[in-house]
């Protein structure tokens, strides 16, 4: 039987611990907080928030690894009459339909972005410099970065496709990511997964030879686990609001900044269970460049609420802020891909999952593909564990 260690509980930690032990290996996992989960931790009590609005998307692997052992669980659908209250800023006002310009890059005919050149440059040369600034900042809510034009054109390009394809990939566990996280854990558990919580692990010599280890923590925590001073890439910084308000009717269900980097969603629009009778769930991110400060995003969003959210001021019941900094996934400058983000396997039986290493995929699927090609490499057990890493 091979023995491996986990360092982090999280979606990729919970990831790699159960591909782990289906394959026949002994796994012990370490988690420094009291609850498993990471980023995809669900607050509890009354306002079940995640940290900065999350969606499940359905075209990745993730979607059939999961649903193949029950791990997704209930669907919270959007109503036909909720999706149809979807609002897109543009030019100062609220308007229901994207700019003719921006549908050109839409289209499934439309070219191959390329890697080596930023998307603004590509885009305009397709739709126009209005398009392509629309389109840039769409994409925002799927990749929390402040200026998308800025990056890799292929990068963008493959975010603004999932986050507009029809019907939308976005789906939402009911009860939040906390029910799907709950349910990896209960399967870890059942095949035999040692999982020890408030077990923060500051040296790999803490771990005694113990296997191999995959590092499933974020960048930062990886480089100062290993001393590593290589293992950086660029992420966003995100200005996050939550908010609690009473219902009224008519709020839009989500609205779009296409004026700026930014996307407000009332998440009760399809659970109903994440706030109390009476009460609509908001969350907002507002991608800020580095020197600005949260306020500037914080105030951002108000003005997004103001638009799509009339009197929102004075039915607030709740209210949070925070800052994601580096917290939200890999971004690609232009000449680099998910190819040149930090290795999976660093040497010596080491190896690295999260959503900021060399495995391909958008958000939480890059921490999916991340651990099986961890798993995969520690062992050699692709055919056994029933995996396909071509893409990888």
């Known amino acids: 039987m091979h023995r491996i260690t986990v360092v982090g509980g999280g979606f990729a930690g919970l990831t790699a611990a159960i591909t782990a032990a289906e394959a026949g290996a002994k796994v012990t996992m370490y988690e420094a907080h009291h609850t498993l989960g990471g980023r995809a931790r669900t607050a509890e009590g009354p306002y079940k928030t995640n940290e900065g609005p999350h969606a499940l998307y359905k075209?990745?692997?993730?979607?059939?690894?999961?649903?193949?052992?029950?791990?997704?669980?209930?669907?919270?659908?959007?109503?036909?009459?909720?999706?149809?209250?979807?609002?897109?800023?543009?030019?100062?006002?609220?308007?229901?339909?994207?700019?003719?310009?921006?549908?050109?890059?839409?289209?499934r005919t439309a070219q191959q972005a390329p890697v080596d050149v930023d998307f603004r440059t590509w885009a305009t040369d397709i739709a126009g410099e209005e398009g392509a600034k629309a389109a840039a900042y769409y994409s925002a809510v799927a990749l929390f970065h402040h200026d998308p034009g800025a990056l890799s054109a292929?990068?963008?390009?493959?975010?603004?496709?999932?986050?507009?394809?029809?019907?939308?990939?976005?789906?939402?566990?009911?009860?939040?990511?906390?029910?799907?996280?709950?349910?990896?854990?209960?399967?870890?558990?059942?095949?035999?997964?040692?999982?020890?919580?408030?077990?923060?692990?500051?040296?790999?010599?803490?771990?005694?030879?113990?296997?191999?280890?995959?590092?499933?923590?974020?960048?930062?925590?990886?480089r100062r686990l290993l001393r590593d001073d290589s293992l950086t890439w660029a992420s966003g910084r995100t200005a996050l609001i939550d908010l609690a308000?009473?219902?009224?009717?008519?709020?839009?269900?989500?609205?779009?900044?296409?004026?700026?980097?930014?996307?407000?969603?009332?998440?009760?629009?399809?659970?109903?269970?994440?706030?109390?009778?009476?009460?609509?769930?908001?969350?907002?991110?507002?991608?800020?460049?580095?020197?600005?400060?949260?306020?500037?995003?914080?105030?951002?969003?108000?003005?997004?609420?103001?638009?799509?959210?009339?009197?929102?001021?004075?039915?607030?019941?709740?209210?949070?802020?925070?800052?994601?900094?580096?917290?939200?996934?890999?971004?690609?400058?232009?000449?680099?891909?998910?190819?040149?983000?930090?290795?999976?396997?660093?040497?010596?039986?080491?190896?690295?999952?999260?959503?900021?290493v060399a495995a391909p995929g958008v958000l939480s699927e890059v921490s999916f593909n991340s651990a099986l090609t961890a798993v995969s490499l520690a062992f050699d057990i692709p055919r056994r564990a029933g995996l396909d890493l071509k893409q990888a």
Not at 59 to 86: S, V
Not at 325 to 345: H, L
């Open 154 to 222: 292929a990068f963008v390009q493959e975010r603004l496709r999932r986050a507009t394809k029809l019907p939308p990939e976005a789906h939402y566990p009911r009860g939040g990511w906390a029910s799907v996280v709950d349910r990896m854990a209960a399967r870890a558990w059942n095949l035999g997964v040692r999982m020890e919580t408030l077990a923060r692990v500051d040296s790999l010599d803490e771990l005694g030879g113990r296997g191999p280890v995959i590092v499933a923590t974020s960048l930062a925590a990886a």
């Open 245 to 356: 308000v009473r219902t009224r009717r008519g709020d839009a269900f989500a609205v779009s900044d296409l004026d700026a980097a930014g996307w407000i969603e009332r998440f009760t629009a399809q659970d109903r269970t994440l706030a109390p009778a009476g009460e609509q769930l908001i969350q907002g991110q507002i991608p800020i460049a580095p020197h600005e400060s949260r306020a500037v995003g914080i105030a951002r969003a108000e003005e997004l609420l103001d638009l799509a959210f009339p009197g929102w001021r004075e039915r607030v019941t709740w209210r949070s802020e925070a800052i994601a900094d580096g917290r939200t996934g890999a971004v690609d400058f232009p000449g680099t891909s998910w190819r040149d983000r930090p290795a999976v396997d660093r040497g010596d039986g080491v190896y690295l999952a999260g959503d900021q």
């Open 59 to 107: 075209g990745g692997p993730h979607w059939t690894w999961l649903k193949q052992r029950g791990l997704i669980g209930e669907l919270a659908p959007l109503p036909p009459l909720e999706a149809a209250r979807l609002r897109l800023r543009h030019k100062g006002t609220l308007r229901r339909t994207p700019p003719f310009a921006m549908l050109k890059l839409l289209r």
